[in-house]
């Protein structure tokens, strides 16, 4: 196993895609080591990792992104939320986060956030006077808000993994969100008003009426989504075609902002997108796989809790393991291979599944905003055109407000609990 690690990191600092660097060193493995398997059964093992009913969430959740994204509606949400608070200090910051924070609850993940929202709201930004590096900073860790308010593929895939209601993991990661959101806007507040920048004229009363109208059916989604599934009218499967047919309408029917071409390729995106999480899937269920077959969790798991762990000590060890893993991978590997190692430990003593999903996925949305190899950095990275340090540069105020809802959290698990535990059904 230890060749193993270190091949993998060879790969991960050559630059390897994710799905090579997991299978690549597991084909090795077994050639060098494990010769009796044939390797047909790590196929086996793929294709296991695509199976569950509750991925087929995945790919409508991301061509209901995938058609908002190409029509109208992030802009009209955008100008809906700034008409409300662009005048007070950190106006446009705050419009940032509320409309990451929105948006999150149609696309369910960061890097497609980081797209749609950053490319509107940057150059307003910027042209108020805030630094680059700041916007960056902003935009990335924002986007995080978005793998915690549903739909998420981060507790999708976390679901999948451990066999956890995927419902109760959506309506848990609204606490969070919001709690990150409210957070993020303080600390704009203050920013702006000690830098002195981002002051914007105050919209009428009749600019508000105008942009609530253009955009108020935009917040259909959470309506859809969140209040179907908490209200037992959908189940998230159901929930994921429902936020397709809604997406159709709004920008097909009622924008009229789609053409055949942007539908071909929305399609076309969903495919590709779909196909690498799938690829990530797969892999990282091979990769699971192994390990316990060589019993590893078995071996090293007793040794990390102790005898007697203490609710606090399992709660710092899994934090610390997952936000450390995404620094480095992708979340959803990470999430996916550490989850079937950790979960029957951790739930056996006494700590519920469902939040330990959410610590989990926020653990994943910070590690992705988070150096050396967050992959919300590179994302921005690619959209912006930026250097790496100029992206980073801003990072550690907003890392450091994601560390404090963590710890709030573990010591309020109610945060996250309270709505799915008075759902009415799952």
Not at 28 to 47: A, D, G, R, T
Not at 204 to 214: L, M
Not at 251 to 273: A, C, P
Not at 330 to 355: Q, R
Request: aromatic letters at 12%; charged letters at 10%.
């Amino acid at each position: 196993m230890i060749l193993l690690g270190i091949s993998m990191i060879v790969m991960l600092l050559l630059g390897f895609p994710f799905m090579v660097l997991i299978l690549g060193p597991l084909i090795f493995h077994i050639e060098i080591y494990m010769p009796m398997l044939k390797i047909n059964v790590l196929v086996q093992q793929v294709l296991t990792g695509l199976t569950p009913p509750a991925l087929v969430c995945v790919p409508m959740f991301i061509l209901a992104s995938s058609i908002i994204t190409s029509g109208q509606a992030a802009r009209r949400l955008i100008r809906m939320v700034k008409a409300f608070v662009g005048h007070i200090p950190g106006g446009l910051p705050i419009t940032t986060n509320a409309s990451c924070t929105l948006f999150g609850a149609v696309s369910g993940s960061t890097q497609a956030t980081v797209a749609a929202i950053g490319g509107t709201m940057r150059p307003m930004l910027l042209d108020a006077g805030y630094s680059s590096s700041f916007t960056l900073g902003l935009i990335i860790n924002s986007s995080d808000i978005a793998f915690l308010i549903p739909p998420s593929i981060g507790f999708i895939v976390y679901g999948v993994a451990t066999s956890t209601s995927v419902g109760k993991l959506f309506l848990a990661g609204i606490g969070p969100g919001l709690l990150i959101f409210f957070l993020f806007s303080i600390y704009c507040y203050f920013y702006s008003k000690s830098k002195k920048v981002g002051m914007q004229p105050k919209a009428s009363w009749k600019e508000r009426f105008t942009t609530v109208k253009e955009g108020i059916l935009v917040m259909g989604f959470p309506l859809v989504i969140v209040g179907g599934i908490y209200s037992g009218i959908f189940s998230p499967t159901e929930a994921a075609a429902a936020s397709v047919a809604y997406a159709l309408l709004l920008e097909g029917l009622v924008y009229r902002s789609l053409t055949v071409k942007k539908i071909f390729k929305s399609f076309l995106d969903t495919g590709i997108i779909t196909g690498v999480v799938f690829i990530l899937v797969g892999a990282g269920q091979a990769f699971s796989w192994l390990i316990s077959f060589l019993r590893i969790p078995q071996q090293f798991m007793p040794l990390i809790f102790g005898a007697d762990p203490s609710y606090l000590k399992v709660v710092i060890i899994v934090v610390v393991s997952y936000f450390v893993a995404c620094m480095f991978v992708d979340p959803i590997v990470a999430i996916y291979i550490l989850s079937p190692i950790f979960h029957p430990y951790v739930v056996s003593t006494g700590i519920d599944s469902v939040f330990l999903g959410t610590l989990v996925t926020l653990q994943a949305a910070i590690g992705s905003a988070t150096p050396p190899f967050g992959c919300d950095i590179f994302t921005a990275q690619l959209i912006f055109r930026r250097p790496y340090l100029e992206v980073i540069r801003h990072t550690p105020p907003f890392i450091l407000i994601l560390i404090l809802v963590t710890i709030l959290l573990i010591l309020f698990p109610d945060i996250a609990m309270f709505l799915p535990n008075t759902a009415l059904s799952m």
